[in-house]
């Protein structure tokens, strides 16, 4: 399957929940204030939070009164303008190598299983790959993250049950500066956003990324679980605010109708959207487009 034809596939229950209510108001009617009503309440009811709705609905007033636009069917194209706009404010650069990306997120969002996709996607690409395997506190954490170390054939750095993760970072940096590699992919423990001692080692861990290899471009990327809507919105402002972001993973996007968080995403925060996974094998796990994604959710 291509790449058009994943996302299109994975993103059918969003485009089902919002693409079959824009039907019914797009109908070619005079373009009055009953229509913007109307299209507010499928903005918000398609998770789109309140404040991007009001951008969103402010902006297609203005534009269409800017192109004498007067039948809400000529408003779709406008609309879709619109929401590129907003995806595409923060966009994702192209890596440079080396890089260490440090993944991090809640329990339960996928975040081992999306190291293991972007070991198998960055040695696709001819990337020399080491794991790092800082999630110290989960017994079975190291076990899974080599399952996919296997499967990627990929230099996995590990330590024992309970050892600081930031000594197994050290490490994974000594192996990965001796072996010349390109990427070093840091899985850290599961926590929730809100327990200090956690986030303080997230800290810790960027310090000694920083400190033994300041010449890698370092990303802070968080994976969030799709399915949750606006409550991953709140997981990226916390974690944003406590360890300032760099970039952000959607998974199980397939799996939801509440897609449409994206734009409040995008809209309200300082980070690129970098992958979205759409399915369970590596290749659903994507880069992200903008007009791709409005295409396939419209």
């Not at 907003?86 to 999306?114: D, F, R, S, W």
């Not at 395997?133 to 990929?154: G, I």
């Not at 993760?165 to 192996?175: E, L, Q």
Request: with cysteine; hydrophobic share 40%.
């Amino acid at each position: 399957m291509g790449f058009f034809s994943r996302l299109f596939e994975g993103m059918k229950k969003t485009k089902k929940s919002f693409g079959e209510k824009l039907k019914y108001i797009f109908t070619g009617n005079d373009l009055d204030e009953s229509f913007f009503e109307e299209l507010e309440f499928v903005l918000v009811s398609s998770d789109i939070g309140a404040e991007t709705t009001e951008y969103i609905i402010e902006e297609l007033k203005e534009k269409a009164k800017e192109r004498k636009i007067k039948k809400t069917d000529d408003c779709k194209q406008l609309l879709k303008e619109i929401m590129v706009d907003i995806l595409q404010e923060n966009p994702a650069q192209p890596l440079t190598y080396p890089c260490v990306i440090m993944v991090l997120g809640v329990n339960g969002v996928g975040k081992t299983t999306t190291i293991g996709k972007l070991a198998k996607k960055f040695t696709d690409e001819g990337k020399k790959v080491v794991l790092a395997a800082a999630d110290t506190f989960r017994a079975a954490a190291s076990d899974q993250l080599e399952v996919w170390a296997n499967r990627a054939k990929v230099k996995i750095i590990t330590n024992e049950h309970g050892s600081d993760p930031a000594a197994v970072v050290y490490d994974s940096i000594a192996s990965a500066k001796a072996r010349e590699a390109d990427v070093l992919l840091i899985d850290t423990a599961g926590r929730l956003h809100n327990k200090a001692i956690l986030m303080e080692e997230l800290k810790k861990i960027s310090r000694v990324v920083q400190q033994q290899w300041p010449e890698a471009e370092y990303h802070k990327m968080v994976v969030v679980d799709g399915t949750t809507g606006q409550n991953a919105v709140n997981q990226v402002d916390l974690f944003n605010q406590a360890i300032e972001l760099t970039d952000v993973t959607i998974t199980k996007l397939d799996g939801t109708s509440k897609g449409g968080f994206l734009l409040s995403l995008a809209k309200d925060y300082d980070v690129a959207i970098r992958y979205v996974g759409v399915g369970e094998t590596a290749e659903d796990l994507l880069d992200f487009e903008a007009k791709d994604f409005v295409d396939a959710i419209m």
